[in-house]
T-cell receptor, first 110, second 113 residues
Framework: GIQVEQSPPDLILQEGANSTLRCNFS?????LQWFHQNPWGQLINLFY???GTKQNGRLSATTVATERYSLLYISSSQTTDSGVYFC????????????FGKGTKLTVNP | DSGVTQTPKHLITATGQRVTLRCSPR?????VYWYQQSLDQGLQFLIQ???????AKGNILERFSAQQFPDLHSELNLSSLELGDSALYFC????????????FGNGTRLTVT
């Protein structure tokens, strides 16, 4: 099956800093989503982005499908950005086929 | 708020027992998914229902079963519980099309003692 690798596994930032999280995948995908799991365990969908670039406030994501990677940018980080960021991909079908990466744990210190 | 409602938030039970987790999808979503999240296995897809019918099965044990009712809410039944079943169980919903994003509920934390 498809392999999903996220890097870095852990990231510690000071409030206000910018960061880039990376998701590499081993096969062509038709579905790629980014999620944020906050320290209370809630999983929030950030982007549906199998290709191209999207922005939502301080967050943006870019997927280069031909090169099999996606990037999540967080600008001017805040303590509320802390948590684990998951990338999930599928090579066919819908969300039932999503394979989740192990995540990047982000800690933003005040 | 994702719009997906899960109850209960926490559940503590003993080995061998049976529990039922409940999920109401976002308004308008026809697909419901169940996931298990544990420290060693990460997020694992269990099962999907679409408009009352089972659509896809993942790594769901035979001791586990689910159903989706006519009002689209779903229940996940876990029986003959073992210590290793302790985990966070998430329900998610989507519109059901291939390009529909997934929206998760807040999860049910199950502890088996």
């Amino acid at each position: 099956g498809i392999q999903v690798e996220q890097s870095p596994p852990d990231l510690i930032l000071q409030e206000g800093a910018n960061s880039t999280l990376r998701c590499n995948f081993s096969d062509s995908v038709n579905n790629l989503q980014w999620f944020h799991q906050n320290p209370w365990g809630q999983l929030i969908n950030l982007f549906y982005i199998p290709s191209g670039t999207k922005q939502n406030g301080r967050l943006s994501a870019t997927t280069v499908a031909t090169e099999r990677y996606s990037l999540l940018y967080i600008s001017s980080s805040q303590t509320t950005d802390s948590g684990v960021y998951f990338c999930a991909v599928a090579t066919q079908g819908g969300s039932e086929k999503l394979v989740f990466g192990k995540g990047t744990k982000l800690t933003v210190n005040p | 708020d994702s719009g997906v409602t899960q109850t209960p938030k926490h559940l503590i039970t003993a080995t061998g027992q049976r529990v039922t987790l409940r999920c109401s999808p976002r308004s308008g979503d026809l697909s419901v998914y169940w996931y298990q999240q544990s420290l060693d296995q990460g997020l694992q897809f269990l099962i999907q229902y679409y408009n009352g019918e089972e659509r896809a099965k993942g790594n769901i044990l035979e001791r586990f079963s689910a159903q989706q009712f006519p009002d689209l809410h779903s229940e996940l039944n876990l029986s003959s519980l073992e210590l290793g079943d302790s985990a966070l169980y998430f329900c998610a919903s989507s519109g059901g099309q291939e390009n529909s994003p997934l929206h998760f509920g807040n999860g049910t934390r199950l502890t088996v003692t």
